[in-house]
């Protein structure tokens, strides 16, 4: 996955996903936390049946995709969120200064085995492959028998993870001890998504065991590893469908493509002058990023989903949120950029539309099957079965 967002940033095809910004400052405040996290937030105190690990973002404090979970699993859960990258949940534990010091030291490089000229060859784009190996094995490897270690201390049955393709450290310490694990679904999946596309199904070795999808249409539209087997859960953090602005556009934003869909929120804003187009930032993204045209309004501030659930229409590339968008009620146009592909199945089954021209917005399709993206919850159901 790390040399895939290189590939793509390094060619001009896609910028940075969820580009971090810290000042010499914020480092110093982050060193601060790690070391009071050894005392305040010790994940080694105690006793847990299950461990689960959220994802880092939070909108509004609130940590969605295993809010549920944790509820239902209750005290019995050691919920171990890190501080890195956003605000650990409240009562949560984490082993930051262990996560950090681990990738700390480590060879400038390693022998590729010729990947980087076969990369080059291919793409004509230079990746440094053999510096991503330096750092990251070594990361791996320490990391994973550090979780053996906590894994075995509280002689955990299951481990629930948001984003398994970036906490394979974890998912690898599990199945070396033959515990069982289970990820829960963050975002869009697709054939094209490398942390869950596997054409074949081939034995792939830190797999989870299950995926929990929010809908049936996230269980069959990738190949998964050999071995991963899927079930709906469901989802809850949706918000009801509010009243419908007529007039309301939102084009969701993310920062591999961001620039691109503000000049095509531009020209849907001179091709509609009557609509009230808005350009919603990515949680990652920055209002500093961006130069905003005429006839477009920044959107900051608020939940996503509560302005989804108010716009007739939507506009984004790949985004998990024109999914939720389509269950919320609105019009759904994919435009035409780098990355539309992921959408392919939903528009070849009609719930949304390829839009090339801005004058085409207005012929986007609501979605007549929203239930099999996100049905209703069944999360309790699967815990305790």
């Not at 105190?45 to 809010?67: C, M, N, S």
């Not at 531009?266 to 609509?275: G, I, Q, Y």
């Not at 130069?291 to 984004?316: E, N």
């Amino acid at each position: 996955m790390r040399v895939f967002h290189e590939l793509t940033r390094r060619s001009g095809i896609h910028g940075a996903p969820h580009p971090v910004r810290r000042t010499p400052y914020d480092k110093a405040g982050l060193v601060a936390k790690h070391v009071s996290g050894l005392v305040t937030r010790n994940p080694f105190l105690g006793r847990y049946d299950a461990l689960v690990v959220p994802h880092p973002r939070k909108p509004d404090g609130v940590e969605i995709y295993t809010d549920e979970l944790r509820a239902t699993l209750g005290p019995s859960a050691l919920v171990l969120d890190s501080g890195i990258n956003g605000t650990p949940l409240p009562g949560s534990k984490n082993l930051d200064f262990f996560t950090s010091a681990a990738g700390a030291v480590h060879k400038r490089q390693l022998d590729d085995r010729g990947i980087s000229h076969a990369l080059r060859e291919l793409t004509g784009v230079e990746v440094p492959v053999g510096a991503l190996l330096a750092r990251e094995v070594p990361k791996h490897q320490r990391l994973r028998a550090l979780y053996r270690t906590l894994l075995r201390r509280h002689r955990i049955e299951t481990v629930y993870v948001v984003v398994a393709y970036f906490h394979q450290h974890i998912v690898g310490a599990a199945r070396d001890l033959g515990i069982r694990v289970v990820e829960l679904q963050h975002g869009a999946i697709s054939p094209f998504h490398l942390g869950y596309s596997y054409p074949g199904r081939p034995v792939v070795p830190d797999q989870p065991d299950e995926l929990w999808c929010f809908g049936s249409y996230w269980t069959v539209v990738a190949e998964l590893p050999a071995g991963t087997s899927t079930a709906v859960a469901g989802a809850t953090f949706l918000p009801k469908p509010g009243p419908k602005d007529p007039r309301r556009v939102v084009f969701l934003s993310q920062g591999t493509i961001g620039a691109e869909l503000l000049h095509v929120a531009e020209s849907v804003a001179k091709e509609h002058p009557d609509l009230e187009v808005l350009f919603r930032l990515h949680p990652s993204e920055h209002a500093s990023d961006y130069t905003i045209p005429a006839g477009v309004q920044l959107s900051t501030g608020g939940s996503t989903l509560d302005l989804l659930a108010s716009a007739t229409y939507q506009v984004g590339v790949s985004t998990t949120a024109l999914f939720e968008g389509m269950a919320l009620g609105c019009r759904t146009a994919v435009a035409n950029l780098p990355g539309h592909e992921y959408l392919a199945p939903a528009i070849e089954k009609g719930h949304a539309l390829l839009m090339s021209r801005p004058s085409e917005l207005t012929k986007a399709p609501l979605c007549a099957d929203a239930g099999a993206y996100y049905a209703p919850s069944n999360l309790a159901g699967l815990v305790n079965s």
